[in-house]
Structure formats: C-alpha cells, structure tokens
C-alpha cells in the first residue's frame, strides 16, 4: 500500500519550456504533499509543501513563480517549472504524508529527471 | 541549528559482512528519526521511524538504534546483499514536523 505515481519520469526539452510534473497518491488520500529537488550526490532539497485546496508554502530562496504548484485534490499535486532554463535541470521528487500528521511516513515518487538543453 | 550529520559518506563492503551507518543530529525539540533507503535514479523508501522513547528496531535486516540522550542513530546492515548498494538517509523531524535531511552514506555491496 501507499504508492505514490510521479510522471514523467525523464523530461528532455529546450530552454524556455514550461515543464508539468504530476504526483499522484494512488491507494491513499494525502493531505499534503510535498516537493523536492535534489542534485548530484546530494540530500533531498525541500522546495515546498503542498496542501490539498490551498496556497503552497516555499522554502526560502525558491521562486513561487518559477515553480507552480496546485494541489486541486486528496490524490494529485502538480509541479510547472515555468520557463525552464539549463539550471533548472534537476532531479524533482514528490511526496505524500497520509492524511493523519507528522508521524505518519511521507512515501515517495521516484521522481522526474529534468534535462533542459 | 539544526543539523544532521552521516558517518561515513560512503562505504564498501564485500557481500555477505555486516556494517554500520551513523547518525548524529542537533535538532531540538525532537520528534522522530528515520532512515531512508534511496537506489539511484528513485525516490527514497521508508526502512524504519522512531520516536524519543524508542531504542531500536528492526526491519528485516536492517536494524536501527536511537539514544535520544546523546542524539545519536545507526543503522546496521546484517548478512548484506547486493540489493542493499544504495544510498542511506537519515531524516530527524522536529516538533513542528520539519524534516531535517542527511546528506547520506553511499553504501556499495561488492560480490
């Protein structure tokens, strides 16, 4: 149980796109969800946490305008990387906490690998 | 600050031996730790999650220790297999549910 579906999992594009990256709690209802970034030989980076029917909170230094995010319901958060450029390039991991609080384990994606040229 | 810090950034081992992570951390108040296992190119899983009051447990091989009183976690790896070559993180959530990430050990399993 608690799988959670992130798609794609490889995106290629051009510099300039607008990239749309899909987390889906499949057996599950997840209030929250959260979304994470994470270079090379490095620890995940929390980018912003993501609650079902309203505004997402961003760590500091990420750029709510650069990465949309909406949580339109219990089982899908979405990420746009709007306007992507080469460092943007990244490795994204989604997550969702079971509806229940902290204790409860976030399960992960197994995430999308951004290459923009 | 609140910190987590893994020992040793990487290890190799030959298949079959034992071996041991470490985990220190500096996050206060304290709610959980829990180890992660992440294979390249995936996201990470869940291998065990302990509270303050909890000393050690097991999830098939993989054993992991908590001392609250020094703030320090290992995880031990019994009799390991190929499958186990993976990256470990250790993950301290405070009181307030922030996740405090390790930055991980990279373990390789010769044959």
């Known amino acids: 149980g608690a799988v959670v579906s992130q798609h794609p999992s490889r995106v290629i594009c051009k510099s300039g796109t607008s990239v749309k990256i899909e987390c889906r709690s499949l057996?599950?209802?997840?209030?929250?969800m959260f979304w994470y970034r994470q270079f090379p030989k490095q620890s995940l980076m929390l980018m912003a946490t993501?609650?079902?029917?309203?505004?997402?909170?961003?760590e500091q230094g990420v750029e709510k305008d650069k990465f949309l995010i909406n949580h339109a319901s219990l089982t899908l958060s979405t990420l746009t990387v709007t306007s992507a450029h080469p460092e943007d390039s990244s490795f994204y991991i989604c997550?969702?906490?079971?509806?229940?609080?902290?204790?409860?384990?976030?399960?992960f994606g197994d995430g999308t690998r951004l290459s923009i040229l | 600050k609140n910190q987590v810090e893994q020992s040793p950034q990487s290890l190799i081992i030959l298949e079959g031996k034992n071996c041991t992570l470490q985990?220190?951390?500096?996050?206060?108040?304290?709610?959980?730790l829990r180890w992660y296992k992440q294979d390249t190119g995936r996201g990470p899983v869940s291998l065990t999650i302990m509270t303050f009051s909890e000393n050690t447990k097991s999830n098939g091989r993989y054993t992991a220790t908590l001392d609250a009183d020094t703030k320090q976690s290992s995880l031990h790896i019994t009799a390991s297999q190929l499958s186990d070559s993976a990256s470990y993180i250790c993950v301290v959530s405070a009181s307030n549910y922030q996740l405090i990430w390790g930055a991980g050990t990279k373990l390789i399993i010769k044959p």
């Open positions: 057996d599950f209802q997840a209030t929250t």
């Open positions: 997550s969702a906490r079971v509806t229940g609080g902290g204790l409860q384990p976030q399960h």
């Open positions: 993501s609650n079902e029917g309203s505004k997402a909170t961003y």
């Open positions: 985990c220190n951390y500096t996050v206060s108040p304290f709610s959980n």
